[in-house]
């Protein structure tokens, strides 16, 4: 099979957790990256350093309280353009699509703000906004390089606003421990992989405090130009709908925008029961010959 701009893709990682966890742990036998492959596409899943197998900046080796928070949004940026270029040149392409979760939504949102030329389409699962109301990625507390985070006591945390009732069938048989087990399998630290747990950067934290709960946004929605596909979930709680809502409305520059609310689905939708709902809505967006593609911005 031949790859083109229509049917390449590079996906971008949240704040805490890699692509690898996110995007490449089976469930029911198939990951998010499998089952983009098995519709045709080839898929690319950046790390941005820090996270995943990816390098560690020196001071993620350091004891975090010797370094300011690391590996900020800025730094992402940077890291994920180098990706998008490396894939553009060894393709001897001039576009490709684009996914973003979370903290991966305003990575991708801003490159593609800045690179509408290179961007074909834009999908974005549940993209980080303004909120003024504190943000559960935000503990609290001073800010230094890095916090352990323990993905094995994040179930709790996962189904923190699914209604009782409903948490028993959210997630998968199995899924749970895959994901952990994919979440700390890069860890460099032997111990803190034994206690499931890893080293997260802070930059993405202390760029909330910067930015998303100061009223200012990190890049502007309005520069976006090329098709776009908002995805969300009715239960997340790092999200919540008025946010997406808010997004959704400054996206004016947008040839095609879309908004598709996942019910029975948490931040984490990726890897929930209703998974497939994500994955068919971005493999169609992605495949559709009718995407209004005038307002693209030529560069």
């Known amino acids: 099979m031949s790859f083109d701009e229509s049917n390449t893709i590079i996906m971008m990682h949240g704040a805490t957790y890699s692509s690898e966890s996110l995007f490449d742990t089976p469930a029911e036998g198939a990951s998010f990256i499998d089952v983009l492959a098995s519709k045709g596409f080839n898929v690319y899943a950046v790390n941005v350093r820090g996270y995943g197998a990816s390098t560690r900046p020196p001071e993620m080796s350091q004891p975090a309280e010797n370094n300011a ?6 730094v992402a940026v940077r890291d994920f353009s180098s990706a998008v270029n490396y894939v553009l040149g ?8 684009i996914i973003g979760m979370s903290w991966g939504g305003t990575v991708a949102a801003t490159f593609t703000s800045r690179n509408n030329h290179h961007v074909r389409r834009l999908g974005l699962i549940a993209p980080q906004w ?3 109301q504190p943000v559960p990625l935000d503990e609290g507390g001073t800010l230094h390089a890095w916090r352990i ?10 189904l923190s606003g699914v209604p009782q009732h409903k ?3 959210l997630i998968p048989a199995g ?8 979440a700390v399998s890069t860890e460099p630290d032997e111990n803190l992989r034994m206690q499931n747990s890893f080293r997260a950067s802070n930059g993405p934290v202390q760029d909330i405090r910067d930015y998303w709960t100061k009223g200012k946004p990190y890049y502007d929605p309005a520069a976006i130009s090329v098709p776009l596909l908002l995805i969300h979930g009715e239960w997340d709680r790092d999200v919540p709908v008025a946010v997406t809502q808010d ?4 996206m004016t520059g947008s040839s095609d925008k ?5 019910g029975e689905a948490t931040h984490m939708v990726v890897l929930e029961k209703n998974r497939h709902k994500v994955f068919d809505a971005l493999a169609n967006f992605f495949s559709d010959p009718n995407i209004n593609t005038t307002g693209h911005l030529a560069q």
């Open 69 to 74: 928070p690391a590996v900020k949004t800025d």
């Open 90 to 97: 060894f393709h001897k392409l001039s576009q490709v699509n």
């Open 130 to 132: 303004l909120s003024s």
């Open 149 to 158: 985070v323990n993905a094995g006591e994040g179930r709790a945390r996962w």
């Open 167 to 169: 948490q028993q069938d």
């Open 175 to 182: 899924v749970f421990e895959a994901w952990v087990d994919k």
């Open 247 to 250: 997004l959704f409305l400054h």
């Open 258 to 262: 879309r908004w598709l609310e996942i």
